[in-house]
């Protein structure tokens, strides 16, 4: 079984650019979700998709972040425009149960530098 | 506010020696919480979960534990393979998202 993949595995833009993370999850899982690890800090929430739709988005953290899924497949997210503090490790997980115990496989990451 | 808060924050350990790692929760009303494994470079990957005070669960050389406040990840006769990072993560009722804390970075000498 193919695992969770993640596009690019690093990117570096300038502040004021526009950066698009795309995720695939494990085929058969309606369950996707995002998480963000900033320097030093913990890994967070983001946002939660079920098939195409957003479940819950409460850990977004601004307007400049969209996230979507096509046909309730792959998904992407974009930073526009991307600020210094956007710097960190992208997450992506998918799980094929509706509810977070069941265990999330994550990928390995998007490492976001914002100079 | 939900928090977790695991120690120590980095371990160095001799082949063979055994120790835990702890997890401290506040958690309004705890639905289940879990254990990750984290290499460099790569996502975490699951190990436990676990839902009431009193649960153990075992995988190899790994147990973990729960009380009502804290977990402990109790590690025997360790090898250099198992030197990664170790997340511990709560999750409150309903379906609400999982809170990391930041990890115990743990690494196995030969």
């Known amino acids: 079984e193919a695992g969770v993949t993640q596009f690019p595995s690093h990117s570096v833009i300038e502040k004021g650019q526009t950066v698009t993370l795309r995720c695939d999850p494990i085929?058969?899982?309606?369950?996707l979700y995002w998480y963000r690890r900033v320097m030093g800090k913990e890994i967070k929430f983001l946002l939660h998709?079920?098939?195409?739709?957003?479940?819950?988005e409460s850990g977004m953290p601004n307007n400049r972040f969209l996230a979507e899924r096509t046909g309730g497949t792959y998904s992407t997210l974009k930073v526009q425009p991307a600020e210094l503090e956007d710097s960190g490790v992208y997450f992506c997980a998918s799980s094929q149960e509706g509810w977070f115990g069941s265990p999330l496989h994550f990928g390995n990451g998007t490492r976001l530098t914002v100079t | 506010e939900d928090q977790v808060t695991q120690s120590p924050e980095a371990l160095r350990l001799q082949e063979g020696e055994s120790s835990s790692l702890n997890c401290s929760y506040t958690v309004s009303g705890l639905r289940g919480l879990f254990w990750y494994r984290q290499d460099p470079g790569k996502g975490p990957e699951f190990l436990f979960t676990l839902y009431s005070a009193g649960e153990e669960k075992e995988k190899e050389r790994l147990k973990a534990t729960l009380t009502k406040k804290e977990s402990f990840l109790h590690i025997t006769a360790p090898k250099p393979e198992d030197s990664a990072t170790y997340l511990c993560?709560?999750?409150?009722?309903?379906?609400?998202?999982?809170?990391f804390g930041k990890g115990t970075r743990l690494s196995v000498i030969a």
């Open positions: 993560a709560v999750q409150r009722p309903g379906n609400t998202p999982l809170v």
């Open positions: 085929s058969g899982h309606d369950n």
């Open positions: 998709f079920v098939k195409e739709s957003k479940q819950d």
